[in-house]
């Protein structure tokens, strides 16, 4: 797929990070997150193929691929696709290291996708629209966008506090530092097992209605919102979103 670009955004997923990412995050690959995820992807991309930005160690890209879609990925870390690449059925994936806001691979594809909040790991608007204009760029039309990601939970930060609190178990103890006026966070990440052990990353957050305007002016189109990747209705309430935008025919 060619020599990766410059990268544009710091790699916090260096080799520490990549070697325990799976450990550290089996919530995410349990069987019934991973099954509700594929099904609502492969339902999306039918007999196209797959682009999955943030590819990761291939939590998604390998059962997807196991379902007959054809799945290239783009990852900003070598380490994160060292690590896919020791799995089997890796040689499936088509990975390409480089920032998802602008490597450019080969195809056309039915469906991009970018998932576990990843949208956050971009930290200027800018940015983000140009993670949506690359979308866009390698989409067929009548392919979609697929991007999971938080609400902001600002209800919860009383006026006047910065942190929030939001995992304490007795092995883990995970806190988000967030800046309101420039949206922008810093979550912190403490495993308490054999040595404590602390990774911290800077994202940004954003609201529905911004990241649909920034479909917009990509040329996409918002096709369906949900809660979750069961297709459980959007509200208020929701914690998350799993937002679908389309990328017109006509």
Same mark, same amino acid.
């Given at each position: ?23 550290? @995050? *089996? ?7 991973? @099954?509700? *995820? ?18 990761? *160690? ?103 506090? *910065? ?23 810093? @979550? ?54 799993? @937002? ?7």
């Amino acid at each position: 797929m060619g020599e990766p670009p410059g990268l544009l955004r710091p790699n916090y997923f260096g080799e520490r990070v990549a070697q325990s990412y799976d450990d550290d @995050s *089996t919530d995410m690959f349990s069987p019934l997150v991973i @099954s509700r *995820t594929v099904d609502f992807l492969a339902d999306l991309a039918g007999d196209g193929a797959a682009l999955e930005f943030a590819v990761g *160690t291939g939590r998604v890209a390998l059962p997807l691929s196991e379902r007959g879609v054809r799945v290239a990925g783009i990852d900003l870390s070598p380490d994160m696709l060292a690590q896919l690449a020791k799995k089997p059925g890796a040689e499936r994936i088509a990975a390409a290291q480089g920032d998802f806001t602008s490597t450019r691979v080969g195809g056309d594809f039915r469906l991009v996708y970018l998932v576990y909040n990843t949208i956050q790991n971009v930290t200027t608007q800018d940015a983000q629209v140009e993670c949506f204009c690359n979308a866009a760029a390698h989409l067929e039309p009548g392919g979609c966008f697929v991007v999971e990601v938080g609400v902001p939970q600002l209800r919860r930060l009383p006026p006047g506090e *910065t942190v929030r609190v939001f995992s304490f178990t007795e092995s883990r103890v995970g806190f988000d530092e967030l800046d309101v006026a420039q949206q922008l966070g810093v @979550s912190h990440h403490i495993w308490l097992g054999d040595g404590p052990r602390h990774f911290s990353m800077p994202w940004r957050f954003a609201w529905p209605a911004e990241l649909d305007l920034m479909a917009r002016i990509a040329g996409l189109v918002l096709r369906e919102r949900w809660a979750d990747w069961g297709r459980e209705p959007f509200t208020s309430d929701s914690p998350k979103h799993v @937002s679908v935008w389309e990328k017109p025919s006509g």
